[in-house]
């Protein structure tokens, strides 16, 4: 399929090199080539080279890569300043998780509590937030060392007067201040 998809200029192969002689059209079965394998319009072939990726990474990480790539690609034909917006913090969020932060469990573990409905906790070494309490608590990226992204969204943690306060910056601009172990106000 790889090499199918090497003679359509807008497909991007992103991976390590494809080597294999398989018709899709045909159940997967072992063979020994006897004739060489080529594209009749081209006139190029991958026996004993493989089909060479645009972008060679290993296999692992080729999903993160390629949807980084697919970000960019769209970003940079995008007029719509909201939509670029978006696309930008996309594209942060996958960029930061292709390449992790060690985590300090302790000053996470910090970040965790009930931010006025929002849940946020403390998930296999990852902060995680939930719009509730049993809600699905969605994994966090982290970007740097107080800011995390899920998608486009993000959320910016940071101590005022001796508590913790939560931002959740939306994909459009706006901002929601949450507070967690502030007083309540009169």
């Known amino acids: ?16 090199c494809a080597i294999a002689a398989h018709e899709p059209s045909k159940p997967l079965s072992g063979s020994v080539s006897t004739t060489r394998v080529s594209n009749p319009e081209s006139g190029l072939e ?9 972008i060679p990474v290993p296999a692992d990480q080729a999903l ?4 980084a790539a697919a970000l960019r690609a769209v970003l940079a034909g995008s007029a719509d300043t909201s939509r670029a917006r978006v ?7 996958v960029e930061a998780q292709s390449r992790p932060q060690a985590a300090d469990e302790g000053r996470l573990s910090a970040y965790t509590g009930d931010y006025e409905g929002r849940i946020v ?11 509730g309490e049993g809600a699905l608590c969605e994994p966090l990226v982290q ?6 992204a899920c998608g486009a969204t993000q959320y910016v943690f940071e101590s005022v007067n001796g508590a913790m306060r939560l931002t959740v ?3 459009d601009g706006g901002r ?3 507070s967690r172990g502030l007083p309540a106000a009169p």
């Open 64 to 67: 993160p890569v390629a949807h």
């Open 176 to 178: 929601l201040r949450l």
């Open 1 to 16: 399929m790889t090499y199918f998809a090497y003679a359509w200029p807008r497909a991007r192969r992103v991976g390590p």
């Open 143 to 148: 970007l740097d060392r107080n800011r995390f």
């Open 87 to 93: 696309l930008s913090r996309t594209l942060a969020a």
């Open 121 to 131: 906790g403390l998930s296999n070494g990852r902060l995680c937030v939930a719009r």
């Open 169 to 171: 910056e939306t994909p």
């Open 46 to 54: 991958w026996e004993r080279v493989g089909v060479q990726p645009d």
